[in-house]
C-alpha cells in the first residue's frame, strides 16, 4: 500500500497510463495497411495550414490530451521543483502525441497534421496547469476521502481504475448490457449458437446479471466497510446506466435511447439486484471469488450467445464520421476489460482479506 498521503498520486498514475494507452490504441485504429509513403516522417511539421479541418477536430484533439495531461501532473506531484511535474507532463504529451502523428504517415486511413500536434500538446498543457492549480487543494481533501471509503489493502487504486475503464462498456450500445469480454470479433469466430427469439432473453439476462454481479462485488472489495456498498454500488451501476442511455441517445437515435431495456436486461437487472442485496456483506475474500467466478460466467456465455440483429443495426447506424476510431477504441476496452480485471480478483492480497470490514 502507498503511504500515507500518496495514494491520490499514486491513483492518478494509474490512470495516466491507462489513458496513454487509450490514446495510442485511438490514434493507430484500426492498425491495418501499414506501408511507406517514401515521405520524412517529420515532414507534416514544417507543412502549411491543413486544407480540412472543423472546429470540432480542433477541440476534440485538443479534449483528447487534457486528461493525460492532469493525470500526469497529479501523479508527478512528489518530485522536486514547483513546476516540474507541470512541464514534465506537459512535454510527455507533446512526445507523445508527435510519436502518433509520426506513426500515421505509414496507416493509410490516417493523415499526421502539425495542427493535430499543436491541439495535443495545448491539451495537454491545458489538463497539466489545471493539475498544478487544484493539487495544493485537491490532494489532501482526496487522501482524507481514500482513507474513509478505501479499503486498506494494497492496488486498491488499480481496482479503481479498472472500475473506471468499465465506465467504457456500456458506452458500446451494440452490445448486450454490460456484456463485456466478448472477444469473437477480435478473433473472428463464428457464434456457436444461432439466433432463437424465444432463448435470447435468457442469454440476455445472464450475461447482465453476472457482469452486474461481477462489477459491483468488485467495488465492494475496494470499500473499507461493507455497508458503504450498499449505498455505493447502487450508484455506480445507475451510472453505468445513464452512460448506456446516454450513448444510445447520441450515438444511434434519441428513439433508440431505451432500447437497451429489454425484457431479458430487467429480468438480469432485477437478478442481479436481489444477488447484490444477499452478497455485499461478505468478507472480502469470499467477495472477491464470487466476483472472479460471476466475471468467469458473464464472459463464458457472452462468448457463446448468439449475434442480436439489433446489435448489429446499432453498430451499422453509429459507425461513422468522427466515431469510426471512438467505435474501434470502446469495443477493444469491452473485450479486454475481464481480462485485465480477472487477474486483479484472482491475485487479490491474501494478507489481511480474510478478514470482514
Not at 282 to 303: M, Y
Amino acid at each position: 500500500m502507498p503511504p500515507p498521503g500518496n495514494r491520490p498520486i499514486v491513483f492518478a498514475r494509474y490512470l495516466a497510463f491507462a489513458w496513454c494507452a487509450l490514446i495510442v490504441y485511438g490514434s493507430l485504429h484500426p492498425f491495418v495497411g501499414w506501408r511507406s509513403t517514401g515521405i520524412g516522417v517529420w515532414t507534416f511539421i514544417g507543412a502549411g495550414w491543413p486544407r480540412y479541418w472543423t472546429a470540432f477536430d480542433l477541440l476534440a484533439n485538443v479534449a483528447v490530451y487534457l486528461p493525460l495531461g492532469f493525470f500526469l501532473c497529479l501523479g508527478l506531484r512528489n518530485l522536486r521543483g514547483r513546476a516540474t511535474a507541470l512541464v514534465l507532463a506537459t512535454v510527455f504529451g507533446a512526445l507523445l502525441s508527435l510519436a502518433m502523428e509520426s506513426a500515421q504517415n505509414y496507416l493509410p486511413s490516417r493523415v499526421p497534421s502539425n495542427l493535430d500536434l499543436s491541439c495535443n500538446a495545448l491539451g495537454a498543457l491545458i489538463g497539466a496547469v489545471f493539475g498544478q492549480l487544484v493539487a495544493p487543494r485537491s490532494l489532501g481533501r482526496l487522501e482524507q476521502a481514500a482513507q474513509r471509503l478505501l479499503s486498506p489493502l494494497p492496488h486498491s487504486e488499480l481496482g479503481l481504475t479498472l472500475l473506471g475503464l468499465w465506465m467504457m462498456v456500456p458506452l458500446s450500445p451494440e452490445i448486450l448490457l454490460f456484456g463485456a469480454g466478448d472477444l469473437r470479433q477480435l478473433l473472428d469466430v463464428t457464434p456457436p449458437l444461432p439466433f432463437a427469439v424465444e432463448h435470447f432473453s435468457v442469454i440476455e439476462a445472464g450475461v447482465t446479471a453476472c457482469h452486474a454481479l461481477a462489477v459491483g462485488l468488485l467495488l465492494r472489495c475496494l470499500l473499507a466497510r461493507w455497508w458503504q456498498a450498499y449505498l455505493l454500488v447502487p450508484l455506480f451501476l445507475l451510472l453505468g446506466l445513464l452512460v448506456r442511455t446516454l450513448a444510445a441517445a447520441v450515438l444511434v437515435s434519441p428513439g433508440d435511447a431505451w432500447q437497451w431495456l429489454t425484457p431479458g436486461a430487467q429480468l438480469g437487472l432485477q437478478s442481479s439486484a436481489l444477488a447484490l442485496l444477499l452478497t455485499l456483506w461478505l468478507p472480502l475474500r469470499a467477495a472477491a471469488v464470487l466476483a472472479l467466478l460471476a466475471l468467469l460466467a458473464g464472459t463464458a456465455v457472452v462468448n457463446l450467445a448468439p449475434f442480436n440483429p439489433y446489435s448489429q443495426a446499432a453498430l451499422a447506424a453509429w459507425q461513422q464520421g468522427h466515431f469510426l476510431n471512438f467505435n474501434g477504441l470502446t469495443r477493444l476496452v469491452a473485450s479486454l476489460w475481464p481480462l485485465l480485471a480477472l487477474p486483479f480478483l484472482a491475485l487479490w492480497p491474501v494478507r489481511g482479506i480474510g478478514r470482514s470490514t
